[in-house]
């Protein structure tokens, strides 16, 4: 069989109709202990213009036997199996040897030979081969496919790309064990009804060809999970592709599709959607639906209104620039609590809603070219906004000079209203209570859903509501602005503001449920009253955490309300069990924790966080939490209550100096933000986190990548942008087998190893803004494959 494809490399060679990029071989038993067999898994047969580094035809001698699975990988690095062939003016196409159709039978010199012959050479028996699966034509100007194809009937890979093909064989769809078929960069109208009948098949690209529609019984591919049908002249999708429940990603831009099938949000497993560049009008209203959904992309559409996304929680990317949209619906900012990428470039916007401030993971928001004329000062609470881009804009609310200095200086200035907004409010006496609010909110709480501290049967729930909410936010406030007079050296009140709504009322109350208790022989000391205690609780504003009150005669503090109730009788007692000692709980934020599973309090200024708060984020199951934009200075120690629940941990933006070992009982983390901050290290601890996918540490003062961070072997993602790192240590990336993305721009690095282009695994490298000369500027703007090219040729045979 070896002497059948040397043949054929030789005869396609010698034509000038293709160039020949390596057979490799590879074998799964072992003729001895170091010796294995030569057995054909891949067979690659590329013409000189599918990748910019085949523009330069070689012919590579095989010189090591082991699989390859595309046609990337069968590139040699070492300059010394390389062949020049002259340039010369490509003759006619040659057509496929017929002997590739056969090329899984034995051979004849195999079939004849005697068994002495075959002991001498066992590893060419035919009972020692093993049969094709991955066969690359791409670049070829193939004009068809011979019927003889169904012959590789263990193919799983079959790689058709960039040929002249018009139409593909009936036959094709006898390969049922075809798993990936690339169709792309060809002339073909449509694909054979057999092909849809092909079972395993899962990945199908047939961008860039000449469809007008898709077959309606795409829809039988029922294993298919990427599709991309990008660059054709498709105006319409077939009413059954509902039916690709498994399909994670719908590539269709420049098309021209009008209108979107209903049954498209049937694809519950949908993560990516591209749409760009089509004729849409509308989006379907029922895009909840598609809740898996991560990534939408429309740009340069027809578009006139955005739907709420009412469901869409998973979306992280929401891409719809170029349109002719005029308002963000308020309903869209509330229900996409993930989104962090929100493009909204050359629209008819005239208007960013208040509501922009609920997109609290926002990271990058576009709205260049539209004719917004006010910025709300909403934006400044938008703890992880790095990007705003509002040029293009008739803003006269904010100088020009300010605009053009970036993103920064906006939300500075932004922030800076928004707190002389405060003061112009006269202070906290001055403030209206936000009780009603509160009250209104509670009615809105599902049924059941009360404080933990408030409403027995026997007070008037409304008025009891408004009359303790108001009377904490009048001490919280006397407390906050003691805290800043101390600060400051001003002298200090002596009394702290009573609510008399309150003050009266609810001595009124007690009096109640003291009458009530004494007909059950109730014991103040065994109620641990203590009426003298005072205590402070700075973090008073933080979501859900109450202010510690002084204590007032006649007033029940949270304990004793508790111990209280235990002697009264059941019909007084109150709905719902206190389970947090000293920490009132707003019940409109539970309620909130619970339906978004989420912990976030960003700037607030805190410098320490109340184990409380993560009592009541554990109790709720909350699993993602995030403190960004504070002044800790390290990680909470309350954070350990949660180690078995956090999915994803933000904390970057604070001046977190040391990371505490305790990071390695978050056993199920798989993202960790901690750029901004103070870090040179992170604890060797942190091995041990092996569900950890993607790790943010820009903007550190590390020198190095952290030793620790080697160990993660399901790391993907790694971002170390703009610290000191001076080298990279290639040895230990490459234990990091599933790194795909590594962020290493305006470090100092001084040299690139060139050993670094062997580690395939990587497709996203950033090495932009380093001291190092090799490889040039040009090189790096390429993108990551020429880098790695680059650095693959100057590896030292």
Not at 248 to 263: C, G, M, Q, S, Y
Not at 707 to 736: F, S
Not at 777 to 792: E, F, N, P, V, W
């Amino acid at each position: 069989m070896l002497a059948d494809i040397f043949s054929m490399c030789r005869a396609l060679a010698a034509r000038g109709s293709v160039s020949i990029i390596p057979v490799k071989i590879a074998s799964s038993r072992e003729r001895s202990k170091t010796t294995p067999r030569k057995q054909l898994t891949s067979f690659c047969i590329c013409g000189p213009h599918a990748h910019p580094r085949r523009l330069r035809r070689r012919y590579y001698q095989i010189r090591e036997f082991q699989m390859a699975s595309s046609g990337d990988e069968l590139e040699s690095e070492d300059p010394d199996d390389e062949l020049e062939l002259d340039d010369q003016p490509e003759a006619a196409a040659a057509p496929i040897p017929e002997r590739l159709y056969d090329i899984n039978d034995a051979d004849e010199d195999s079939k004849t030979a005697n068994l002495e012959a075959l002991t001498l050479n066992e590893e060419d028996a035919w009972w020692n081969q093993q049969p094709l699966n991955n066969l690359d034509l791409s670049s070829n100007a193939l004009t068809h496919i011979s019927p003889k194809i169904e012959n590789l009937n263990t193919l799983t890979v079959l790689q058709l790309h960039d040929n002249a093909l018009v139409a593909l064989p009936p036959q094709i769809g006898k390969l049922e064990k075809l798993v990936r078929l690339n169709l792309s960069h060809n002339k073909l109208r449509e694909l054979p009804p057999d092909l849809f009948s092909l079972p395993e098949l899962r990945h199908l690209n047939i961008s860039h060809n000449e469809f007008i529609e898709l077959d309606p019984d795409i829809s039988n591919l029922h294993m298919l999970e990427f599709l991309d049908a990008s660059n054709n002249n498709i105006k319409s999708l077939p009413g059954g592709i509902g039916f690709l429940v498994r399909l994670t990603a719908l590539l269709l831009p420049n098309n021209h599709i009008k209108e979107l099938p209903p049954d498209i949000v049937n694809m519950r497993s949908l993560q990516k959607l591209d749409l760009m560049k089509n004729d849409l009008v509308a989006l379907p209203e029922d895009m909840g639906l598609l809740r898996k959904l991560q990534c939408l992309y429309v740009q340069h559409n027809d578009i006139k209104e955005l739907p709420s996304f009412e469901g869409n929680e998973s979306l992280n990317e929401l891409h719809a620039s170029n349109n002719f949209i005029e308002q963000v619906p308020k309903d869209l900012c509330a229900n996409l609590p993930h989104l962090k990428i929100f493009d909204l470039r050359d629209n008819k916007i005239s208007e960013i809603p208040d509501e922009v401030h609920l997109l609290r993971n926002l990271t990058r928001l576009d709205v260049t070219n539209n004719s917004i004329h006010q910025l709300p000062v909403a934006l400044a609470h938008l703890a992880h906004l790095v990007s705003l881009q509002v040029e293009g804009n008739p803003i006269k609310s904010i100088r020009r000079d300010i605009i053009q200095c970036g993103t920064t200086r906006i939300l500075k200035t932004l922030q800076e209203r928004a707190q002389a907004k405060d003061r112009q409010g006269g202070g906290a006496e001055a403030q209206t209570c936000p009780a009603a609010v509160e009250c209104q909110a509670q009615s809105e709480l599902p049924a059941g859903n009360v404080d933990n501290y408030r409403h027995h049967q026997h007070v008037a729930p409304v008025q009891a509501n408004y009359n303790i909410e108001c009377q904490r936010q009048f001490q919280s406030q006397y407390f906050m602005q003691m805290q800043q007079q101390e600060e400051q050296q001003l002298p200090l009140q002596q009394q702290p503001p009573q609510c008399p709504v309150y003050y009266g009322q609810f001595t009124h109350q007690a009096e109640h449920l003291n009458s009530q208790a004494s007909q059950f022989q109730f014991d103040p000391q065994a109620a641990q009253f203590n009426s003298q205690v005072t205590q402070f609780n700075p973090y008073s504003q933080m979501p859900g955490c109450g202010p510690y009150m002084p204590e007032q005669p006649n007033q029940l503090n949270y304990r004793q309300s508790y111990a209280h109730s235990q002697l009264l009788p059941p019909h007084i007692l109150p709905q719902r069990e206190p389970n947090y000692s000293a920490c009132a709980v707003q019940s409109r934020w539970v309620y909130k924790l619970r339906h978004t599973r989420t912990l976030a309090v960003n700037l607030e200024g805190l410098t320490q966080v109340p184990d409380q708060v993560f009592e009541v984020a554990a109790a709720e199951n909350v699993h993602v939490v995030d403190f960004a934009r504070n002044q800790l200075k390290q990680l909470p120690n309350g954070l350990q209550l949660m180690s078995k629940l956090v999915t994803e941990l933000v904390l970057s933006q604070n001046a977190i100096v040391v990371v505490q070992p305790f990071i390695s009982q978050f056993t199920r983390i798989s993202y960790l933000n901690l750029s901004n901050n103070l870090l040179t290290d992170l604890p060797h601890e942190f091995g041990v986190l092996n569900t950890l996918r993607e790790l943010n540490i820009g903007n550190n003062r590390l020198t190095f990548i952290p030793k620790a961070l080697y160990e993660l072997q399901g790391l993907e993602i790694l971002l170390a942008n703009d610290n000191h790192i001076t080298a990279l240590n290639v040895a230990g990336l490459e234990n990091m087998g599933r790194l795909n993305t590594l962020d290493l721009r305006n470090n100092d690095i001084e040299s690139i190893p060139a050993i670094l282009g062997n580690l395939t695994n990587i497709k996203h490298l950033e090495l932009i803004g380093n001291p190092f000369r090799q490889p040039r500027h040009q090189i790096l703007m390429k993108g990551t494959d020429a880098i790695m090219s680059y650095l693959r040729d100057r590896i030292p045979t």
